[in-house]
């Protein structure tokens, strides 16, 4: 019996997730401060998902306004300050980065939840400051990025530090 449910638990953890809008980067501690904290979510389907209301709904505060959109393939920047986030990346579109969130990003890690209109919970996810969780991001230049869109976002081993710059923000 036990045999059987430790089997049971391995699929359940390595079930596919369902959602194509998924948490894929998170910049939670700058070198440079608050202001140049980010969120990005990614459409890994193969079809535009309009994000109208869809929020997130723990870590900070932020609704999509209306005919907010992700393509096939693309991606959604939520940051603390627009100015600060084109500042340090000034390569990223404008039609990227859809808003302002309120509050901050907890430097000693917590759950950011991504919620759609319905506020259903789509995903959600809790990073960390502490091992195993990657310390080049806590301060040191580097963002968390998800390594593998159709793993669990919670799991520790499917995250990594970004390359980190020659010059940090």
């Given at each position: 019996m036990t045999r059987t449910l430790g089997a049971l638990a391995v699929l359940l953890a390595c079930a596919p997730?369902?959602?194509?809008?998924r948490i894929?980067?998170?910049?939670?501690?700058?070198?440079s401060g608050e202001r140049f904290e980010f969120v990005e979510l990614v459409n890994d389907g193969a079809a535009d998902v309009v994000l109208d209301?869809?929020?997130?709904?723990?870590g900070v505060d932020f609704t999509f306004p209306p005919e907010s959109v992700i393509g096939p393939g693309g991606f959604a920047i939520i940051c603390g300050s627009r100015a600060y986030f084109f500042s340090a990346y000034p390569e990223v579109f404008s039609a990227f980065v859809f808003g302002e969130y309120e509050g901050r990003l907890d430097n000693g890690g917590e759950r950011l939840t991504l919620a759609d209109a319905d506020d259903q919970v789509v995903?959600?996810?809790r990073y960390d400051d502490?091992?195993?969780w990657e310390f080049l991001a806590d301060g040191f230049g580097a963002s968390l990025e998800r390594?593998?869109?159709t793993s669990?976002?919670?799991?520790?081993?499917n995250w990594r530090a970004s390359p980190v710059p020659a010059d940090p923000e």
């Open positions: 997730v369902v959602a194509d809008v894929g980067e998170i910049m939670y501690h700058p070198v209301d869809w929020s997130l709904t723990q995903e959600t996810v502490n091992p195993p390594l593998c869109l669990a976002a919670d799991r520790s081993e």
